[in-house]
Structures are given as structure tokens and as C-alpha cells.
């Protein structure tokens, strides 16, 4: 079991950026990918990105892409969301969460922090 850590969230204006650090209690050799989440009040928590533990492979959702950057630093076992160009809708709290090795689904969930993002 690992204790991760989101932060970096706040409030930025439409078009401004943030970046979002996801940082575990301690190195997890078992972490196969590590995604982040995000969910906004009324709505279904939806993926965003994910990278997986070398950091080669990575996957975002089609309303990120182009725009949200998801990187790691294994060394400081923390994990990275560079949001670049924020819109309105990307409003919501954001979770990152680890999937081990062999494992579908995530079992390791933060505590999650809020993006808002004005008009």
C-alpha cells in the first residue's frame, strides 16, 4: 500500500497553466502506471493521462491531449501534470492514482486537489 499526495491545484484564469505533483510515501517497485483523475461536482470521475513506471509510455484523454503533459521523477517518486492552456471545463478535483503490476484497476487513490478554472 502507498500514500500518495496531490498538489499544486488553485485558481487560474482560462488560458493560464498549473502544475499538479502527485508524490508517494515511498518508492513502490510494484507501481506499474500511475494516472491521474479528475472529477467535477455532478459528474463521473473520468481519466485524464497516465505514464507508466520507465516514464516511455504515456496516455491521455482526448479533451487533454495537446494540452496536459503527464511526466515522473522515480528518484523523487512523484509524479507530474503539466496543464498548459486550462479551460473552464477543466474545472474539478483532480486525483492521482496508482495501478500495480498485474493489477486492471487503480487501488491507490490521493486524496485529490482543486483545479478552478474562471472565465
Known amino acids: 500500500q502507498v500514500q500518495l499526495v496531490e498538489s499544486g491545484g488553485g485558481l487560474v484564469q482560462a488560458g493560464g497553466s498549473l502544475r499538479l505533483s502527485c508524490a508517494a510515501s515511498?518508492?513502490?517497485?510494484?507501481?506499474?502506471?500511475t494516472g491521474w483523475f479528475r472529477q467535477a461536482p455532478g459528474k463521473e470521475r473520468e481519466f485524464v493521462a497516465s505514464?507508466?513506471?520507465?516514464?516511455?509510455?504515456?496516455n491521455y484523454a482526448d479533451s487533454v491531449k495537446g494540452r496536459f503533459t503527464v511526466s515522473r521523477e522515480n528518484a523523487k517518486n512523484t509524479v507530474y501534470l503539466q496543464m498548459n492552456n486550462l479551460k473552464p471545463e477543466d474545472t474539478a478535483v483532480y486525483y492521482c492514482?496508482?495501478?500495480?503490476?498485474?493489477?486492471?484497476?487503480?487501488?491507490?487513490w490521493g486524496q485529490g486537489t482543486q483545479v478552478t478554472v474562471s472565465s
Open positions: 492514482a496508482a495501478r500495480r503490476i498485474s493489477v486492471n484497476n487503480y487501488l491507490d
Open positions: 515511498s518508492r513502490t517497485f510494484s507501481t506499474a502506471t
Open positions: 505514464i507508466n513506471w520507465r516514464g516511455d509510455t504515456t
